[in-house]
């Protein structure tokens, strides 16, 4: 089986509106050459709506067409991650030639959430980060079409059919054990792996039952003694054998050719912080196109643009009263005056 035929055109000019950000990505700068990638964030933990812009800021400088698709509150269109219902803008999935997820427990209206859906059943690119090992939580609506891909359906439902795995546990402490990524000696000379040598991330490792025989493991995440880059890894049995933090799938489709899946369990807006974790997912990308002898031998390198102060993890802890267009150019500092808290 063959992967999806590479798309090669740029993307036509995205609709601009408010109510999400994008980064018009040049025609005539390679690897993108201003072809589209949409990134959808939904989490209220792990703070994708700091993460996700400003790795779409950072792929815009290498070409592609990135747009930011948010959370927020409907009525004053403020980004809220705690807000699982509403997205706008889920059309400008149709276009997209990567799609890069970072949900948790949502539960879309069947019009908003068929667009994912029919991005994936074309078998065009998908990204999970983290918590898009369950995306999905259908407590409302159980009789939607799209019920089936909840977390927590008898065979796994989107995290164990698309990404690989379901939301199992904790595999490390969390909040006391922070994750060194480790490259899989077997699959070191991947492709992907060009330029990724040092991944640290203060997220704690999750527990993987087990992976489709199409994965390959990209990194083993050894869990940390503390939450710090030198600490040293654990003595005990949880890194004996490692659980798996990074793989990709090759999906077999219906028409005899393969999706490409790139996942990782990390991704926090800190874990972000990792040039090797930004390279991981730029690496990624290429190969999920097809074009894998576009990846220099060192990997690319995804610069921050804008201002980086990312906000720790955890519940009810994200930054409050910000549009999309606000953060455009990043997020000011945590301390900044439009801060407000509950």
Not at 61 to 90: C, R, W, Y
Not at 130 to 158: C, I, L, Q
Not at 183 to 209: C, M, Q
Not at 280 to 287: F, K
């Amino acid at each position: 089986m063959t992967a999806c035929a590479s798309t090669q055109h740029a993307a036509g000019p995205a609709e601009k509106d408010p109510q999400w950000l994008v980064y018009e990505g040049n025609a005539d700068t390679a690897p993108g050459n201003g072809r589209r990638i949409v990134f959808i964030s939904g989490d209220e933990e792990y703070r994708s709506e700091e993460g996700l812009p400003m790795l779409a800021r950072g792929f815009a400088k290498h070409g592609f067409q990135t747009i930011v698709l948010f959370s927020q509150n409907p009525e004053s269109g403020e980004i809220d991650p705690e807000e699982s219902t509403h997205i706008a803008g889920m059309h400008l999935v149709d276009e997209a030639d990567v799609l890069v997820l970072q949900l948790r427990f949502r539960e879309f209206a069947d019009a908003d959430m068929k667009h994912i859906m029919d991005h994936v059943d074309a078998g065009k690119p998908l990204t999970a980060l983290r918590t898009t090992t369950h995306p999905f939580f259908y407590r409302k609506v159980k009789d939607s079409p799209y019920a089936k891909w909840t977390w927590n359906a008898a065979d796994g439902g989107f995290g164990k059919q698309i990404v690989g795995e379901t939301w199992v546990n904790h595999h490390g402490h969390h909040g006391k054990e922070a994750t060194r990524g480790i490259v899989s000696e077997a699959n070191k000379a991947h492709p992907v792996l060009r330029g990724v040598d040092d991944v640290f991330g203060p997220t704690d490792v999750y527990g993987i039952r087990s992976l489709p025989d199409d994965a390959i493991v990209m990194l083993d995440g050894g869990i940390l003694k503390g939450m710090n880059p030198k600490d040293e890894l654990v003595d005990d049995d949880r890194n004996k054998p490692m659980h798996p933090v990074a793989w990709l799938r090759e999906r077999p489709m219906p028409n005899d050719t393969v999706q490409r899946i790139v996942v990782t369990t990390m991704g926090t807006a800190q874990d972000l912080s990792s040039g090797d974790l930004r390279t991981y997912l730029l690496n990624g990308v290429l190969w999920q196109l097809g074009e894998d002898d576009a990846i220099p031998a060192d990997g690319f390198s995804v610069d921050i643009v804008g201002p980086w102060d990312p906000s720790p993890f955890g519940f009810g802890t994200h930054r409050k009263g910000f549009t999309p267009s606000d953060i455009a150019n990043g997020y000011p500092a945590r301390n900044a005056s439009k801060m407000t808290s509950k």
